[in-house]
């Protein structure tokens, strides 16, 4: 894999883990209701971040396969 793949590969790792944590802590019971209502409701649902893991982890499956 060329030096842009792997940086790519390697961004796109850690926006996995922070999707992961976002949907874990929206998940968490009662944070909904702290946060405000002017929020927009489909980036406060966990399904959310969960596309956009399943997402960027077909596209560095991708990356890591082109060699």
Not at 2 to 8: A, L, T, Y
């Amino acid at each position: 894999m060329n030096d842009s793949k792997q940086r790519v590969a390697k961004f796109l790792e850690k926006e996995i883990k922070t999707y992961a944590a976002l949907s874990l802590f929206l998940s968490k019971k009662g944070i909904s209701e702290s946060l405000n209502a002017r929020d927009k409701p489909a980036v406060m649902q966990p399904a959310f971040y969960e596309e956009r893991m399943k997402e960027a982890k077909k596209l560095v499956t991708e990356l890591k396969k082109s060699n």
